[in-house]
């Protein structure tokens, strides 16, 4: 345990704290959360916000939140906008320290310069494919460019007029002079500077033509705001090198330490933006947001609280061991949450029809349910009882052993908060479907089972006369396979979409008291799951429910 916080350590917080032990960067812990707006956060970004985050609070340090935009072809305001909502839902704040890299294009051009000015760095005329031949491979080593060694002010001299807008697209790069016979490919002259016209960037406008390469850019900007530990997933680890051969090289102030972990990969999703925006632009999916995305505003139109997203996060912890982590682990996060803070109501996704023929017609009897069955400061309702009533069709048969403990002809069954029924005839139509229990109620069966009585399934009912007709959406995995985007077999990752991820529910009815529902707030439909009124589609006159999470898990019995 550090002596901060009742955390357990991982090798981030050792780094840390080993850091702090030797007074590095005078105490201070100062992270970032780097997105490049080029797409919604999914749940990957989650893992990466409540590290950087949480570090933070839990050594009294900062993090920023930072736009990583070098690439104005794929960004966009919206993107900024949502992702700013997605980390402040997830419980975030970064205060006034919200920046962009785009915020330093005048010094990342004039550290440039610099570099040219030293005899770090060269304006190369090769095209895109020579570059890449002269580049090498892993295991050839790469051939110097013939524009290597343009003398400083020729180099200078052709930087400005690519700033200028004299060049085309393609036709020059400015490159770091470091080895191409470098064994680490990023170190053979990489890309500093690259030309694009016709692009309106979301921050700068058409101000500039030549944009920063992403790896130039990090480890200036973390520098630039004082970054001490600048945490990212594994892939960077090969970059390093170059992230501390530029900050060498530009003798910056501050020295960051760039730190990797491996990235969250969650099975039956996907966390790649780019695959993401295909689900979304193929239209295979309604929207970012749709509640079957593992996008983090997807997750919330799902219903997951964020408590229980930072709960997960917590839970699988931080390694630098590549994982998958199951499905079940954030589902059980869900429902921990929900089980606890969700209100209970009752609603029938099926219904079929019971009229209990002793109980008068026109009756209204106002019963007491509590709200949640162990927290009594969650209050209680009215549950409003009549003749006719709604049961689900899965809740009835007309024969049945003693494991079905539900309503079956001629037996009896509690009524959750009410009454204990019993079948006495089962009406159905010309085709054999069933349409309407008569049922007969006991009137000393309210609450208790009276002496000798013993009645051990519960169902859950609503009154016909006082209910409310609501679209129940019945969301599953989007995917049927726990790989879907590394599978060898096939190339494309549709080919693993779930056909019933989506099953529309449009005959369902809710208790009366969820007509006045908060969009957004889930409920544990007694016996159902955890359902969340959309936030979007929900209004008064027209509910519609989302399923967040089943009770329990399902699907581990599929599995079997
Ligand atoms: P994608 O592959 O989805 O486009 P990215 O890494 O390119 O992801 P960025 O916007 O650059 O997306 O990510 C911002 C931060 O989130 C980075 O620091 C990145 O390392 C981290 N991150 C992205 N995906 C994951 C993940 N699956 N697990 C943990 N951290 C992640
Ligand atoms: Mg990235």
Known sequence: MSEETTKPNNFIRNIINA???????????????????????????????????????????????????????????????????????????????????????????????????????????????????????????????PYRDRSIEENLALFKRMRAGEFADGSKLLRAKIDMASPNVNMRDPALYRIRHDV??????????????????????????????????????????LYNWFLARLNTDSRPQQIEFSRLNLQYAITSKRKLTKLVEDNIVDSWDDPRMSTLSGMRRRGYPAAAIREFCERIGVTK????????????????????????????????????????????????????????SMGTRIVPFTRELYIDRADFKEEANNKFKRLVKDKEVRLRNAYVIRCDEVIKDEKGKIVELLCSYDPATLGANPEGRKVKGVIHWVSVEHGIKAQVRIYDRLFNHPHPDSDKEVDDFTVHLNPQSLVTLTTSVVEKNLATVQPGTVYQFEREGYFCADSELCEAGNLVFNRTVTLRDTWAKIAK
């Open 200 to 241: 309106v960037h979301h921050q700068t406008g058409t101000e500039w033509c030549i944009y920063p390469m992403y790896d130039y850019t990090h480890c200036i900007s973390d520098a630039i705001e004082g970054i001490t530990h600048s945490i990212c997933t594994l892939e960077f680890a090969d970059h390093r090198p």
């Open 19 to 145: 850091d702090l032990e030797v007074g590095k960067n005078d105490g201070r812990v100062h992270t970032r959360f780097p997105p490049e707006p080029n797409g919604y956060l999914h749940i990957g970004h989650a893992k990466s916000i409540c590290l950087n985050f949480g570090l933070a609070n839990d050594y009294n340090g900062l993090c920023n939140l930072r736009f990583d935009d070098t690439n104005p072809q794929k960004e966009n305001e919206e993107f900024v906008k949502a992702i700013e909502e997605d980390v402040r839902w997830l419980g975030f704040d970064w205060q006034d320290r919200l920046f962009f890299s785009s915020n330093y294009f005048e010094q990342l051009f004039d550290y440039a310069v610099q570099l040219i000015k030293q005899g770090d760095a060269y304006v190369c005329d090769l095209s895109a494919e020579q570059t890449r031949e002269y580049r090498g491979t892993l295991t050839e080593p790469g051939k110097n460019s």
């Open 321 to 376: 061991a590549d994982n998958s982590v199951e499905m079940e682990i954030l589902d059980a996060c869900i429902r921990e949450n929900l089980n606890e803070h969700a209100p209970r109501a009752m609603a029938v996704l099926d219904p079929v029809k019971v009229v209990i023929t002793n109980y008068p017609e026109g009756q209204t009897e106002e019963l007491i349910a509590p709200n949640h069955p162990q927290n009594e």
